[in-house]
């Protein structure tokens, strides 16, 4: 199965300031998604990042606010940017599974708490 | 558009007890993917399982068993002899593969009582 790794685990953030996420998996794949989970919530998918093109955003979110970098296929970073009260929450990067595989697979999560 | 609703907010059992949790799903589309995933308190998500639409035969896993019913839309996950370190969040999911994007049901807050 793959291993996915986020960094950081957590932060606590300032008003006003950015926070970039990295996500690192240990394979090549061809779609990352990001996910925003806020307190006591499911999960809502911010945007899915391909390599080599720009990501694409769900109704509710945009590029200004939420920048996302995928530069290989191992590798992708999410910036929550101009952050308030309102961001605090755990973000999450995932993977599809292969066509070999039967899971769904979820990096750790960032748990942001924004002051 | 698809869509998962988990009608129960939080259940309360006590230790040994079965409980089910129900999920009822929409989509439009032929060939979809049905998750359970559990949350623990720590935050990290738990892979439980994953099934296709073409694949409507029941499953077991040790305490845990599934039962896919595509005349109702329904995937309910079933745990027997409940046990403390089940409390958790569970939540069902649906893609329209296994490898795209997965939109969650609100999940099921689950309390397991010694």
């Known amino acids: 199965s793959a291993v996915i790794s986020q960094k950081p685990s957590r932060d606590i953030c300032q008003r006003g300031t950015s926070l970039t996420i990295q996500c690192q998996v240990d394979s090549q794949v061809t779609m990352m998604f990001w996910y925003r989970q806020q307190p006591g919530q499911s999960l809502t998918l911010i945007a899915t990042a391909n390599q080599g093109s720009e990501a694409t955003y769900e109704s509710g979110f945009v590029i200004d606010k939420f920048p996302i970098s995928r530069p290989n296929l191992t590798f992708s970073t999410l910036t929550v940017s101009n952050l308030s009260p309102e961001d605090s929450s755990i973000y999450l990067c995932?993977?599809?599974?292969?066509?070999?595989?039967?899971?769904?697979?979820f990096g750790p999560g960032t748990r942001l708490t924004v002051l | 558009a698809q869509k998962v609703t988990q009608a129960q907010t939080e259940i309360s059992v006590v230790e040994k007890e079965d409980v089910t949790l129900d999920c009822v799903y929409e989509t439009r589309d032929t060939t979809y993917y049905l998750f359970w995933y559990k949350q623990p308190p720590s935050g990290e998500l738990v892979f439980l399982i994953r099934?296709?639409?073409?694949?409507?035969q029941n499953e077991i896993s040790g305490r845990y068993s599934w039962n896919f019913q595509k005349s109702t839309s329904s995937f309910n996950f079933t745990i027997t002899a409940s046990q403390v370190v089940d409390s958790a969040v569970y939540f069902c999911?649906?893609?329209?593969?296994?490898?795209?994007?997965?939109?969650f049901g609100t999940g099921t807050k689950l309390q397991v009582i010694p």
């Open positions: 099934r296709n639409s073409f694949d409507e």
């Open positions: 999911a649906l893609s329209e593969a296994p490898y795209q994007k997965v939109t």
């Open positions: 995932s993977l599809g599974g292969t066509q070999h595989t039967r899971e769904q697979f």
